[in-house]
């Protein structure tokens, strides 16, 4: 049995050239005066960005979003959870089987094509940005599948109280934004305490997958997770130097319009894959 992560709070420091807004304060009245508190003052891995719904998406949430998406309790942000609240397969998917969760599911691709391609899993699909989930939402209706669930919070918050400890199969995080700037890469969401709160997570024999388009945040990411002692990289030193650790794409990671481009302009796709000891 895998122990819970206890989760240091990390200290936000205000970044000036971007329009960065800390989403663990929005629309929070009084949260200026309750920034010691931890989880209100730790960095978060997004921006708040503008959430309205063109016309024909603000349709299929209205219609459809209260059967797929998960009505999560919030402790005091708008994407915070409750810390009581835990995913009970039965009670949200109707159904026990393997779960696979994507982190950062933008428009629903790689999600839609997974729960086309296994219709025995349950895949949960975890974004804080509405219009992808609206637009993941739409393909959900479009394909008639009953084996994905979205809920729009921060992923960090999500893993740390809404998923048991050995609960999840896989844990996907494709393309997660790169955070380019030195002084930006503590936003970067794959850094040390995601990795045990992932690893913590995941069943035993359980694998997590990333990739990303961004070499260093490729490197980082791999360096991160070789750290993490309950996590092997089934890679390891079996590709030549530069590309050591890096994975085989992976066959069920849908080839994307984004991928697509960044092929095209001559950049490299790393694939991560590592597994629960
Ligand atoms: C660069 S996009 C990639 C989207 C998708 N995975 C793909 O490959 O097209 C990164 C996504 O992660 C989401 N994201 C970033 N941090 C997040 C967090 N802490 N929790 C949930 N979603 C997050 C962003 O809103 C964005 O949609």
């Not at 794409?249 to 990671?253: L, V, W």
């Given at each position: 049995m895998v122990a819970p992560v206890m989760v240091a709070p990390v200290t936000d420091v205000p970044v000036t050239d971007?329009?960065?807004?800390?989403?663990?304060?929005?629309?929070?009245?009084g949260a200026a005066s309750r920034m010691a508190e931890p989880f209100q003052s730790r960095t978060v891995s997004f921006v708040r960005r503008d959430n309205r719904l063109r016309p024909r998406l603000q349709r299929t949430w209205d219609e459809h979003h209260g059967t797929w998406v998960l009505d999560v309790p919030r402790a005091?942000?708008?994407m915070s959870v409750a810390p009581d609240y835990l995913l009970d397969q039965v009670r949200d998917f109707g159904r026990t089987a393997p779960l696979v969760v994507e982190i950062g599911s933008g428009t629903g691709d790689a999600v839609i094509q997974g729960a086309l391609a296994s219709p025995g899993t349950n895949f949960l699909a975890v974004e804080v940005y509405r219009p992808g989930m609206a637009a993941t939402l739409a393909k959900i209706v479009r394909h008639d599948l009953t084996n994905v669930r979205l809920v729009q919070a921060d992923a960090v918050q999500v893993l740390e109280h809404m998923l048991g400890p050995g609960s999840v199969a896989e844990f996907w995080v494709f393309f997660?934004?790169?955070?380019?700037k030195n002084r930006h890469h503590?936003?970067?969401?794959?850094n040390p305490v995601f990795a045990e709160l992932a690893a913590s997570r995941l069943v035993s024999g359980g694998t997590l997958r990333l990739a990303t388009d961004w070499a260093d945040y490729a490197r980082q990411m791999r360096d991160v997770l070789a750290a993490c002692g309950s996590l092997t990289n089934q890679y390891d030193g079996r590709l030549t130097d530069l590309q050591t650790g890096f994975a085989p794409?992976?066959?069920?990671?849908v080839m994307t319009r984004f991928e697509h481009k960044a092929l095209a302009l001559g950049s490299t796709i790393y694939d991560l894959e590592l597994r629960h000891r």
């Open positions: 971007v329009p960065v807004v800390d989403v663990s304060l929005e629309d929070v009245p005091l942000a708008s997660a934004d790169p955070w380019h503590k936003r970067r969401l794959v794409r992976f066959e069920g990671r």
